[in-house]
């Protein structure tokens, strides 16, 4: 029981990273992957593939090292000096998440509630800093709570939008756009600029999750997003070309099937928003302290409260400085994290068949 309860904070933890406002407003599922047609459902197996693997992968390395911090892990895959580029990297790519998240927590209490932006700003902020002061038990229990309601209330808009769409969800992704361009590379990109975060999220729980337990959870929460992933992009596709037109796509899909849905919607998108800034602030906290401690609690409220100019710059400016830093980043951690350990086999076996044969 104690195995599958870990099992299931990994998850959590991994959703938690993954699913922010572009995941859960439907935009990066759209830019990504309905847009290519008919391959567009090979773009999220691969992107399942790879967030297993890879998490798998970050989890293993991360309870052998029994790290608090992403750190270590890096420096394990990239060596000391390159990983000590990444880190400062890192942290920049995190820090600034957490400003975008802030700003995208102001622009979802203006446009959807009706609110003052800073209503938005100053309310992530504080109940980021309330989580943060508890620690990792704080983080992982956030999680726990909120990323059951997020899978479940997408999968749920989801599966209403293709019940009431023309022909099967495979029809309509053929039909959504000719195809063109190159579906692999927009998949790799996905999960390049989500793998900084989620390498510092993952490091993180080196010394409080088991081994198996964690590469269980890491392979799980990698198929669980693959899966909603495809879930959200039939469903998409099955609505074109609104949702592609849409400010909000999944917003669209949950008023078109009631306006209560819409509603709903727009609380978990901003329950996206909480999480992601959660697992930023945390990452940062924890890899300048270990968490749970005095310097851990007053280094994470710093750098959630540190982050609050960021937010003048508002969320599309934001949005477009950043991205591409994520992405960028994350491409090196991708090709190491990915090529390293099958080095690791590849040697293994040439030294057992050059002693063994």
């Not at 959590?12 to 407003?25: E, H, N, P, Q």
């Not at 309601?149 to 000719?178: F, N, R």
């Not at 195809?179 to 990109?189: D, E, H, M, Q, V």
Request: include cysteine.
């Amino acid at each position: 029981m104690r195995h599958l309860a870990a099992v299931g904070k990994v998850v959590a933890l991994y959703a938690g990273a993954v699913i922010g406002a572009g995941f859960a407003s439907g935009q990066e599922i759209l830019q990504f992957f309905v847009l290519f047609g008919p391959r567009a459902l090979l773009g999220t197996l691969l992107v399942a593939a790879l967030f297993a693997y890879l998490g798998a992968v970050v989890l293993g390395t991360a309870t052998g090292l029994q790290s608090t911090s992403y750190r270590g892990v890096i420096d394990r895959f990239l060596g000391c000096r390159l990983g000590a580029v990444m880190d400062l990297v890192s942290m920049v790519v995190l820090f600034g998440g957490l400003g975008l998240m802030l700003a995208g927590s102001g622009a979802v209490a203006q446009q959807q509630f009706g609110l003052p932006p800073a209503v938005g700003v100053l309310g992530l902020a504080a109940l980021t800093s309330l989580v943060i002061y508890r620690g990792l038990v704080g983080v992982i229990e956030v999680n726990v709570l909120i990323v059951p309601v997020k899978v479940l209330t997408v999968a749920l808009i989801c599966l209403c939008a293709l019940l009431g769409g023309q022909g099967s969800p495979g029809e309509a992704v053929e039909k959504a756009a000719p195809g063109g361009g190159c579906w692999w590379l927009a998949a790799i990109l996905y999960v390049s600029y989500n793998l900084i975060i989620l390498v510092a999220v993952l490091a993180s729980v080196g010394r409080t999750i088991p081994r198996v337990a964690g590469m269980a959870g890491a392979l799980a929460g990698g198929l669980m997003l693959g899966g909603t992933a495809a879930l959200m992009t039939a469903a998409l596709a099955a609505h074109l070309p609104e949702t592609g037109t849409a400010q909000v796509p999944m917003l669209y899909l949950a008023g078109m099937i009631h306006p209560a849905l819409a509603g709903i919607a727009s609380v978990v998108i901003w329950l996206a928003i909480f999480t992601t800034a959660v697992a930023e602030a945390h990452g940062l906290a924890a890899r300048l302290a270990a968490p749970g401690t005095s310097r851990y609690r007053v280094y994470g409220i710093a750098a959630v409260f540190g982050a609050l100019p960021a937010t003048y710059a508002g969320f599309p400016e934001l949005v477009r400085l950043f991205y591409p830093l994520f992405g960028y980043a994350g491409l090196l951690l991708l090709v190491s994290l990915s090529l390293t350990p099958l080095a690791g086999i590849w040697h293994k076996t040439k030294k057992t068949s050059r002693y063994g044969g």
